[in-house]
């Protein structure tokens, strides 16, 4: 089986900000949903944040961090928490294990989106990340991920205290 490269797409439009991963999302993809989770919490006039995960096939625990993030930036400031829409059962199943379904709204079958908006639909460059930017990014995303339940803490606490350990180990 041929496995998609990871791509992101956005549009905004009338309030609406919807974020769409296509593909296998892993962390090469991170730099460029932590700088939408960060333009998200600055964005004038936001009503509702959408992410559609429908064509995902996969998304990893580092892209998984930063979606979290995205709900985090936009705490408070919405009437609802974000939407995500996924119906491929292996990327659901992921985001039940993770307790997504207390930071969002998970939906499986999705009121059909505008014309308008599936028209100003654009692909997300990739941005660039070195080792070190990499490697800061994955600890943060693992980070929040331990904040959201006891579950992830216990999984993700060794992979942690492992980047830490090489954080450190670095900066000497």
């Known amino acids: 089986m041929l496995i998609e490269e990871g ?7 009338s309030g609406v900000f919807v974020l769409k991963l296509c593909g296998d999302v892993r962390l090469t993809l991170c730099a460029t949903l932590d700088t939408q989770a960060q333009r998200l919490a600055e964005t004038p006039g ?7 995960l429908r064509e995902a096939t996969n998304v990893d625990s580092t892209a998984l961090g930063f979606l979290a993030k995205v709900a985090m930036a936009v705490k408070g400031r919405l009437e609802q928490p974000p939407t ?11 985001l039940d294990v993770m307790g997504f379904a207390r ?5 499986e079958a999705p009121l059909q989106p505008s014309a308008t908006l599936n028209s100003s639909m654009q692909d997300l460059p990739a941005e660039p990340a070195d080792e070190e930017g990499l490697r ?3 600890l943060e995303a693992h980070r929040i991920l331990m904040h959201m339940n006891e579950h992830n803490r216990e999984q993700f606490q060794p992979l942690v205290e492992m980047l830490e350990a090489q954080s450190t180990v670095a900066h000497k």
């Open 84 to 94: 995500i829409i996924a119906d491929n059962p292996d990327v659901r199943q992921m």
């Open 46 to 52: 936001l009503q509702a944040v959408m992410i559609d």
């Open 7 to 13: 791509r992101i797409k956005a549009a905004f439009n």
């Open 136 to 138: 800061t990014r994955i």
């Open 103 to 107: 930071f969002f709204t998970l939906m």
